[in-house]
């Protein structure tokens, strides 16, 4: 057991190489949603494998997947150059049932970690919570719950009738609730996060019928004020004064957390869907 937990520690020795060879331009970041992503990111680094122990497995395209323990959530990452959207989720009742989903859930490149990372601790924790019941993902909530986070944080709220947008105070990026006004009285709806600024540009979509208390989930983890972790060559161009940068504690100091042991890969379910490409 001892050896184990030694094999998956980094000793500060090793953190004081690593940052050796890296130029020790490691930083802190902030805001978190113009931090762009990093170059380590991985199915088997997201928290649904990592921390919820999800199965994941890889096909022979090089495609990773990963679905919760019911199969009613299914999740992909899908390597370039075959898609602009390499983070994909599909939710449905009926795992079974040859049908489309009860909603999808796309994030392109350049999406920051963190955030993906809390939208993927909201959807696991719903089920964990509600396994049996799964009325969490049905309860009826406002919609405008969802937009309360970042209204909180003093973005600008501006609604229309079948449109509803949330602007940043740097005006990089917009959350909004768009409506088809052809489908009258209940109109199918989705939502979408964009960032734009310098040399950074990413994008979710949710779509129609994805729960509120996901998006919301999402919606905080962009505002949440505790700065990212980056390296200094990993941060996108262009964003002036807008980009908070901070040098990150030496290696000495914070020698960094627990590597996470390998997570168990399966083969596939023989009836599933390997992901939606847009």
């Known amino acids: 057991m001892a050896a184990a937990e030694e094999e998956n ?11 050796a060879a890296l130029g020790d331009d490691r930083v802190l970041v902030r805001p978190r949603y113009l931090a762009g992503d990093t170059d380590e990111t991985g199915m088997a680094d997201t ?13 022979a395209q090089g495609e990773q997947f990963a679905s919760s323990p019911s199969h009613q959530i299914r999740v992909g990452l899908l390597p370039a150059p075959y898609t602009d959207w390499p983070w994909q989720m599909a939710s449905h009742e009926d795992c079974f049932a040859p049908q489309e989903p ?31 019941r799964r009325s969490s993902w049905f309860e009826p909530r406002p ?4 937009f309360a986070p970042l209204v909180e944080a003093s973005w600008t709220h501006h609604a229309e009738r079948f449109h509803t947008t949330c602007t940043s105070p740097d005006g990089f990026a917009v ?23 310098g040399t ?9 019928g994805t729960p509120p208390h996901l998006v919301r989930a999402l919606f905080a ?17 262009g964003l002036g004064s807008a980009l908070q940068i901070d040098r990150a504690p030496s290696p000495e100091t914070s020698p960094g957390p627990p590597v996470a042991p390998h997570p168990r890969i399966t083969e596939p379910p023989s009836r599933s869907h390997e992901g939606r490409r847009r």
């Open 221 to 237: 983890a962009v505002v949440d004020p505790a700065p990212v972790r980056r390296h200094r060559h990993e941060l996108p161009e």
């Open 200 to 208: 950074l540009h990413w994008e979710a979509i949710l779509g129609m």
């Open 47 to 59: 928290v649904l494998v990592s921390e919820f122990h999800w199965p994941m497995w890889v096909n």
């Open 143 to 146: 919609l405008d719950h969802a």
């Open 102 to 132: 009860d909603w999808t859930a796309f994030f392109s490149w350049e999406t920051p970690q963190e955030i993906l990372a809390a939208f993927h601790r909201a959807v696991a924790e719903t089920l964990d919570n509600d396994y049996h």
């Open 9 to 19: 520690t980094i000793s500060p020795d090793s953190a004081r190489r690593r940052a």
């Open 175 to 197: 959350a909004a609730l768009h409506f088809d006004e052809d489908s009258p009285p209940n109109p199918a709806f989705g939502w979408t996060f964009s960032v734009g600024a």
